[in-house]
């Protein structure tokens, strides 16, 4: 298994005014060949995932990402991935086996890519919860939730912030591997510096970070933490919001308006006028949890805190008596096993179901259409 290089000093140019690799500074990488891609697993706005055979027969996945070389003659957002996969091992986190160069940038130097290959994982979380053959058990929701949370804690152990946990980035294997995925977002987190607030996916978007906040921490990602959470129990999303001030509206409409009292300070964020909500809701939070427990009530509603200040930390989490007592978390061993399950490919299935059903009613309604001209030209 080789290690992940990163380049460490800008390539030099040839006389045509290509960059070229210093092999004395710059790393010179395997071509993606190597690897016989099966099927595409998922797809973004970063590039796509597939699904792979290594030549040893073992399975892996080959992340292609999509950008343009900068100065350093790599992409800034790889390299900083591959730094921070390179900080993390545990055993809940995914790890990096190698990076390779995309044969298409022999093609297309201005859309160059890196690939990265990481172990196949049989399914991610949302995939498994749009299964309709998966109804995920308390103890199973025990066993996730709390391998997510110890990926998170050594993450934030290390000074580093996920910034877009998802169901999508939570990857699952049928021998019971928990892994949180995507560092594409990830920051080395320091106290006093501005960080951008137009991270992690809006669903999963915290409210200090909808209203603008530029000064932020690991609360940021027990937030989302939260809404994974209430969505494995109901097997939705929590805040499937369409826009911005949609998603606070919604927020707000099951943890309440927040109050001066309740989260200081939050009148004073970037965006407050701009996402000022006209409508003051009570909170409805312990009526839509309540049928699940008191421990599930107690531990989601300190994760689903607005006041970031107030927001659970991950060591916390740990620790409450949620995982604590029966049914106890489940034994990855008895795990149940399931077909293959990515959030791509249910959203793709989705996709042709309802182009089917949209072709089947243009069809039905052109043999009634062709049916009534019929009966006017011959009646």
């Known amino acids: 298994m080789s290690g992940a290089a990163t380049p460490s000093a800008?390539?030099?140019?040839?006389?045509?005014?290509?960059?070229?690799?210093?092999p004395k500074r710059h790393p010179q990488f395997r071509s993606?060949?190597?690897?016989?891609?099966?099927?595409?697993?998922g797809k973004g706005t970063y590039g796509s995932v597939y699904k792979a055979r290594a030549p040893g027969g073992r399975l892996v996945a080959l992340k292609k990402v999509r950008m343009a070389f900068e100065n350093q003659g790599f992409p800034i957002t790889a390299i900083r991935e591959i730094k921070i996969l390179q900080a993390l091992e545990h055993e809940n986190i995914i790890q990096l086996n190698d990076v390779v160069a995309s044969t298409d940038s022999a093609l297309d130097r201005e859309n160059s890519s890196v690939v990265m290959v990481f172990p196949f994982m049989d399914h991610d979380l949302t995939g498994l919860l749009e299964n309709p053959n998966v109804k995920l058990s308390m103890p199973q929701i025990k066993y996730y939730l709390r391998c997510i949370l110890q990926g998170l804690n050594h993450c934030h152990n290390k000074k580093i912030l996920h910034r877009d946990v998802k169901g999508p980035n939570v990857l699952i294997s049928n021998t019971g591997e928990v892994k949180l995925a995507d560092f594409g977002l990830a920051r080395f987190v320091n106290t006093d510096e501005e960080y951008t607030s137009n991270v992690v996916t809006l669903w999963y978007r915290p409210p200090e970070l909808l209203y603008g906040a530029r000064k932020y921490g690991p609360a940021v990602d027990m937030w989302s933490i939260g809404c994974v959470f209430a969505e494995m129990l109901t097997a939705a999303p929590a805040f499937p919001g369409a826009t911005e001030l949609d998603q606070i509206d919604r927020i707000f409409r099951l943890c309440g308006t927040p109050t001066p009292e309740s989260w200081p300070g939050f009148t004073k964020l970037p965006g407050y006028q701009k996402l000022r909500m006209k409508n003051v809701y009570p909170r409805t939070f312990e009526a839509r949890f309540a049928k699940y427990g008191s421990l599930v009530l107690d531990l989601l509603s300190k994760l689903l805190e607005l006041d970031p200040a107030k927001?659970?930390?991950?060591?916390?989490?740990?620790?409450?008596d949620f995982f604590w007592t029966e049914p106890l978390p489940m034994d990855p061993k008895d795990l149940p096993v399931y077909q293959q399950s990515h959030e791509y490919m249910a959203?793709?299935?989705?996709?042709?179901?309802?182009?089917?059903?949209?072709?089947?009613?243009?069809?039905?309604?052109?043999r009634l259409d062709m049916g009534g001209h019929h009966r006017v030209h011959y009646g």
């Open 311 to 320: 927001r659970i930390s991950a060591r916390e989490a740990l620790q409450h």
């Open 347 to 366: 959203r793709m299935r989705k996709q042709q179901r309802a182009e089917a059903a949209a072709q089947a009613h243009a069809s039905k309604r052109q």
């Open 10 to 22: 800008p390539p030099a140019h040839d006389a045509s005014g290509a960059r070229a690799c210093d």
């Open 32 to 41: 993606d060949e190597v690897y016989q891609r099966i099927e595409m697993i």
